[in-house]
């Protein structure tokens, strides 16, 4: 597949190299051309002018810092339709650094603020929960992935994705249940911030 990342970041750097290993030609771009070139260079990937990648993109990843998502989807003319029909992989974590209280309003998802600032893109929210090192260094037996999307043919593009660089998906639900999503990865966050391992406060059922 043609992916493009948006972000030129830790985030996208490690999801360009695992996405790269696994065949797929994978699209560089960010607001820095100088911080897409090295995460290029870093990743085995391509980088690309912001408007261009995602022209040809078969899936697009949004890598940025949460406060700059309105940005960089504006800069790729998202809110004119440049994503539409196109599967838009939310990985965002809405949350201050370290604390994992959610910033977005009650009820809300940032993944449902993604879908509002690129109408007809598919937004699927995944890949939040795990550290980007995950991606780059698969476990055996493979994490467990749930994702969240409203149309059957993007999730199972994002899916195959998640294969590829060694989860298991699993459909959690439609778009409407990404705050629940979200809020696991707080917690999660709030817990290892603490020093505690967040596997040991879920019950084995
Ligand atoms: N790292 C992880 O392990 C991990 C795991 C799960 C989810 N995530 C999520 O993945 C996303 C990226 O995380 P990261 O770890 O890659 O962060 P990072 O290394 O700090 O990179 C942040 C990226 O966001 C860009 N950015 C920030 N504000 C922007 C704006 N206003 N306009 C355009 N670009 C902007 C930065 O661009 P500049 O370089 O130009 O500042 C950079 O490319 C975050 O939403 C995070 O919650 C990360």
Same mark, same amino acid.
């Given at each position: 597949?043609?992916?493009?990342? +948006?972000?030129?970041? @830790?985030? *996208?750097?490690?999801?360009?190299? %695992?996405?790269? #290993?696994?065949?797929?030609?994978?699209? =560089?771009?960010?607001?820095?051309?100088?911080?897409?070139?090295?995460?290029?260079?870093?990743?085995?990937?391509?980088?690309?002018?912001?408007?261009?990648?995602?022209?040809?993109?078969?899936?697009?990843?949004?890598?940025?810092?949460?406060?700059?998502?309105?940005?960089?989807?504006?800069?790729?003319?998202?809110?004119?339709?440049?994503?539409?029909?196109?599967? +838009?992989?939310?990985? @965002?974590? *809405?949350?201050?650094?370290?604390? %994992?209280?959610? #910033?977005?309003?009650?009820?809300?998802? =940032?993944?449902?603020?993604?879908?509002?600032?690129?109408?007809?893109?598919?937004?699927?929210?995944?890949?939040?929960?795990?550290?980007?090192?995950?991606?780059?260094?698969?476990?055996?037996?493979?994490?467990?992935?749930?994702?969240?999307?409203?149309?059957?043919?993007?999730?199972?593009?994002?899916?195959?994705?998640?294969?590829?660089?060694?989860?298991?998906?699993?459909?959690?639900?439609?778009?409407?249940?990404?705050?629940?999503?979200?809020?696991?990865?707080?917690?999660?966050?709030?817990?290892?911030?603490?020093?505690?391992?967040?596997?040991?406060?879920?019950?084995?059922?």
């Amino acid at each position: 597949m043609r992916i493009a990342i +948006l972000g030129t970041g @830790t985030f *996208a750097t490690a999801l360009a190299t %695992g996405w790269t #290993r696994a065949g797929h030609d994978v699209n =560089i771009g960010g607001r820095s051309p100088q911080r897409a070139a090295a995460a290029a260079e870093a990743s085995g990937a391509h980088y690309g002018p912001l408007p261009d990648i995602v022209k040809d993109a078969d899936a697009v990843l949004l890598s940025v810092r949460w406060e700059g998502i309105a940005d960089i989807l504006t800069a790729v003319g998202a809110p004119d339709g440049s994503l539409t029909g196109k599967p +838009l992989i939310d990985p @965002t974590n *809405a949350v201050d650094h370290g604390i %994992g209280v959610l #910033r977005t309003d009650p009820g809300r998802a =940032i993944a449902q603020r993604v879908a509002e600032l690129a109408p007809g893109a598919h937004v699927v929210k995944a890949l939040h929960l795990f550290p980007s090192t995950r991606w780059t260094a698969p476990t055996s037996p493979p994490v467990t992935v749930p994702i969240c999307g409203d149309d059957p043919a993007p999730l199972q593009t994002v899916s195959s994705l998640i294969r590829d660089i060694g989860g298991t998906p699993v459909v959690f639900g439609g778009l409407d249940r990404a705050r629940q999503l979200e809020e696991v990865a707080g917690f999660v966050i709030t817990l290892a911030f603490a020093g505690i391992n967040p596997q040991l406060a879920i019950p084995a059922v």
